[in-house]
């Protein structure tokens, strides 16, 4: 990480856990822990939990996010959530193209870059998911897979609205597998995002976004990865669901 250019950030991923009464208290636990955190700590909650969240952590710096968000402002999306209606209730953050939205519920990279433009647009702060797939590394892939996700995603936003992305490398083979990339392996990845981004925009821009980790980060293993020049944070899945795990990995940010 290198905080004179840019700010590290870690987020919870909580996917599809919690009621809203436990993510109350989950919140609760997760406050007092955190407290003097030298990073930027978010908790990415289900749409249910929204309002409960943004209310739990109200004098605190705990942000709340959303996992995810329709690029139209109202209209015949049954089951969609507008940027709207996060906004209103105080959600600052939202997680778009994860690889189980992709994998799952069809989500491509127009779609994404959809669902960035109207989040930049209504004042949130996207956290943009791209990796890899096993078979792709396998194939040494990688790099193609990553830049052609990035410039897709990224279509369109300007220099400008890139302060306000965050964008997360999530090697698909290692979310909720239990395996990690290497340190190495997060870096040289991480390192060729914000290349990526020097050529679409230039090196000070590059160098000014957040690029995080995700792929199964946890408390055994953040130091670690967070000590890379180019992992800036990480969006963390199951480790986010135990205060005492998750603030472990938010005081290796720090």
């Keep these: 990480m290198d905080k004179s250019k840019r700010k590290a950030i870690i987020a919870g991923n909580w996917k599809m856990n919690k009621t809203p009464s436990e ?44 996992e995810n968000v329709h690029w139209e402002e109202k209209g015949a999306f049954t089951g969609e959530i507008s940027t709207g209606m996060l906004k209103e209730i105080g959600v600052e953050y939202v997680v778009l193209g994860h690889s189980e939205r992709r994998q799952y519920f069809g989500e491509t990279d127009e779609t994404v870059n959809k669902r960035t433009k109207a989040a930049l647009a209504a004042g949130l702060k996207p956290i943009v998911c791209v990796g890899e797939l096993l078979w792709e590394r396998e194939c040494d892939i990688t790099e193609e897979v990553i830049a052609r996700q990035i410039k897709l995603d990224l279509w369109d936003v300007t220099e400008d609205e890139l302060k306000n992305v965050v964008i997360a490398y999530e090697p698909v083979w290692a979310i909720g597998t239990g395996k990690t990339a290497t340190a190495d392996q997060a870096e040289e990845v991480c390192a060729f995002i914000r290349a990526q981004l020097a050529k679409l925009y230039n090196q000070e821009a590059a160098d000014a976004v957040t690029i995080q980790y ?3 980060m946890n408390d055994g293993n953040a130091d670690e990865l967070l000590g890379k020049a180019d992992v800036d944070g990480g969006l963390i899945g199951g480790a986010s669901l135990v205060a005492e795990k998750f603030a472990a990995i938010v005081k290796a940010a720090g």
Excluded: M, T
């Design 214 to 216: 995700g792929g199964s």
């Design 23 to 66: 993510a109350k208290a989950l919140l609760e636990e997760i406050k007092p822990l955190v407290a003097d955190a030298d990073c930027e700590v978010i908790a990415c909650v289900p749409y249910v939990d929204l309002a409960v969240a943004v209310e739990a952590v109200k004098g605190s710096n705990v942000k709340i996010g959303a």
